[in-house]
């Protein structure tokens, strides 16, 4: 469920009732009000997308930029232009009229006829026919969406920006080289949220044993890429500070840990192989003491389900994202291998 107070204030209501009852049931709000993971996703990607547009983007990027160089010169004095709205300036001034949008997509199709695109090395480019998308603030991703199409059809953007046509309205949004590079930063750095928000979305049955391990992916890969790119940094760190917050609740979550013990394709294997050991502890022993309180219990066979989560999707992203040692991998455990 969302984090919300109100949401907050239903779980503390819920358990005060089933503790009431004769026996008590011993519902502790904290072990399972479960978050909903493309909330927590989109929370930290407004905080970064924040970071794009902040009063002090460039002095904090100067600053995290150690290199003193002509490109570093380059990149801040397009950042202080904000590229971001620029983008988003592009986007609605193409495709203000319908006439004015054919006109831009007919460039994109004569182009790739007339082989008039070419790529950094000087080959022959095909655009893609894709379209420009306009961001919307309520629907997750588009943010990310509306910089991936701008980006993929930069060729035609800065085509169409030169025609006599629309010099008057469109010359003073022209999008420099740098600024083209902040934006395809901007869109590297949000496409990680998305991959591991489509993954845990594709699943024909998502599972909570897959959000911690999908969530620390997606910390990772962050981590990574600011290693990387000493200039992302500021930006990244941002929606990080909000990551680790909530992969703290995670952690003192026991439905978390009980969901990836349960699971047949991550036992305890993905605890032990990404935790420290004081955690790896901490679950062991809820673990044991759950299982000590309800191991009487008898649950119907039909009850029983077989889980259809596959750590194959983990391993997919942790490649994607050239972070191995993040992936599982091996074959699943038997049957003989689990007693």
Request: with cysteine; proline share 4%.
């Amino acid at each position: 469920m969302d984090n919300t107070k109100n949401n907050t204030a239903m779980m503390d209501q819920l358990a005060d009732l089933l503790n009431e009852q004769e026996p008590p049931l011993k519902f502790v709000t904290k072990d399972r009000r479960i978050m909903c993971f493309a909330h927590i996703i989109n929370l930290c990607v407004q905080d970064v997308i924040s970071g794009f547009t902040a009063a002090n983007v460039a002095d904090d990027l100067a600053w995290a930029w150690h290199d003193d160089t002509e490109e570093k010169d380059k990149y801040i004095e397009a950042m202080r232009g904000n590229p971001l709205a620029l983008a988003h300036y592009a986007v609605h001034a193409i495709r203000a009229s319908r006439i004015q949008y054919d006109e831009f997509a007919s460039l994109t199709a004569d182009g790739n006829r007339g082989q008039w695109f070419k790529s950094l090395d000087g080959e022959i480019a095909i655009i893609l026919d894709l379209q420009l998308l306009h961001d919307v603030k309520t629907q997750w991703d588009l943010m990310f969406l509306m910089l991936n199409h701008l980006c993929a059809l930069q060729p035609t953007v800065d085509l169409f920006m030169t025609l006599p046509s629309q010099q008057k309205e469109l010359a003073k949004v022209k999008i420099s080289n740098a600024g083209w590079s902040i934006l395809q930063d901007y869109e590297n750095i949000l496409k990680v949220p998305h991959k591991v928000q489509q993954q845990m979305s594709v699943e024909a049955r998502p599972t909570l044993s897959h959000a911690v391990p999908s969530f620390k992916l997606f910390m990772t890969a962050w981590e990574k890429m600011q290693q990387e790119n000493q200039h992302l940094a500021p930006f990244i760190e941002v929606g990080l500070i909000k990551a680790r917050h909530y992969y703290n609740c995670m952690d003192n979550m026991k439905a978390y840990i009980i969901s990836m013990f349960v699971d047949p394709f991550l036992w305890f294997c993905w605890i032990k192989m990404h935790w420290v050991q004081d955690w790896v502890v901490h679950a062991e022993e809820s673990m044991i003491t759950l299982m000590k309180e309800y191991h009487c219990l008898k649950v119907p066979e039909d009850a029983i389900t077989q889980s259809l989560s596959q750590f194959d999707s983990l391993d997919t992203l942790a490649q994607q994202f050239n972070i191995c040692d993040m992936a599982l991998g091996g074959p699943r455990p038997t049957e003989q291998q689990s007693m």
